[in-house]
Nanobody
Framework: QVQLVESGGGLVQPGGSLRLSCAAS????????MGWYRQAPGKQRELVAT???????NYGDSAKGRFTISRDNAKNTVYLQMNSLKPEDTAVYLC?????????????WGQGTQVTVSS
């Protein structure tokens, strides 16, 4: 069982920045593809960004050009740097860990961290 703990959310003004962190409780972090998703009230969960075990990244359309995902395997942590935040970025941001071979070998979610963009 892998536990994921997100942190770094909060209230920020439009145009501001936040850095989210997700710490994983596993020494085999390097075998997991990691991702950030978000869910706003009344909306479906959507992809923000993913990063593979090899460091390949993929971004949802809303994140391209503004957000950057990265990982530090030595710290078992994945990060999401969010810049130029907009009110529509307001959501609960959730961390996901999926085993690189198949989700059947592990697919875990964190509890989420709230990001609110408002003046």
């Amino acid at each position: 069982q892998v536990q994921l703990v997100e942190s770094g959310g909060g209230l920020v003004q439009p145009g501001g920045s936040l850095r989210l962190s997700c710490a994983a409780s596993t020494s085999i972090f390097g075998f997991y593809n990691m991702g950030w998703y978000r869910q706003a009230p009344g909306k479906q969960r959507e992809l923000v960004a993913t990063i593979t075990t090899r460091g390949n990244t993929n971004y949802g359309d809303s994140a391209k050009g503004r957000f950057t995902i990265s990982r530090d395997n030595a710290k078992n942590t994945v990060y999401l740097q969010m810049n130029s935040l907009k009110p529509e970025d307001t959501a609960v941001y959730l961390c996901n860990a999926k085993h690189e071979m198949s989700s059947r070998f592990g697919d875990y979610w964190g509890q989420g961290t709230q990001v609110t963009v408002s003046s």
